[in-house]
C-alpha cells in the first residue's frame, strides 16, 4: 500500500478501538479497522509509515514473532520515525495467559530490549500504575526511533 499523504500513521492491532486521526490494522475481520492483514507483513512499502502505534498486541506472539513484528516497524518507518508500544505483563504468566486465549508470551522489558536493539532509539520500561485509582497494571511501555 502506497501513501500520498503527509503523515501517515498505523495503529496496528487496533480491534474496535482504533486511535483517531490513525489509520487501523488488524488481523480480525470483525474488528472495524481499515486494513485487515497481519502485523508479522505489513502491507506497506519499505519506509512509507511516519509513526505506529501499538497496544496490547506482543503478548499474542511468541518471541520469535514479535521479533518479526519490530522487524516489521523497523522495515515500513521511515528515517526518524516513532513507534509506541503498550505491551501488557499482568502479574504472572499463568495470569496473563488465561485473560485471553489468543495471549501467547509473557515478556520482560530485557527480552523486548533485545528485540529493539536495531533502532536509533529506544527506551522500553516496566511500569506498574493504577487504572481508575483502585486496580493496579503492569505494563511495558515503548517508544522507538528508526
Known sequence: MVFNDSKVKLDIGCGKNKLK???GVDIDPDSGA????????????D??????????????FNPDE?????????RVLKRKGTAVLK???DWSKKRL???????????????????????SAA?????IYFFNFYTPR???????KK
Open 97 to 119: 495467559l488465561k485473560k485471553d486465549a489468543t495471549h501467547k508470551y509473557r515478556f520482560t522489558a530485557d527480552e523486548i530490549k533485545l528485540m529493539v536493539g536495531k533502532f
Open 34 to 45: 481499515d486494513i485487515i492483514a497481519s502485523a508479522l507483513a505489513l502491507p506497506f512499502e
Open 47 to 60: 519506509e512509507s509509515v511516519d509513526e505506529i502505534y501499538s497496544a496490547h498486541l506482543v503478548e499474542h
Open 87 to 89: 505491551i501488557d505483563r
Open 21 to 23: 486521526g490513525y489509520v
Open 138 to 144: 503492569n505494563k511495558i511501555f515503548v517508544s522507538l
Open 123 to 127: 527506551e522500553v520500561k516496566n511500569r
Open 66 to 74: 514479535a521479533q518479526k513484528f519490530f522487524d516489521e516497524i523497523y
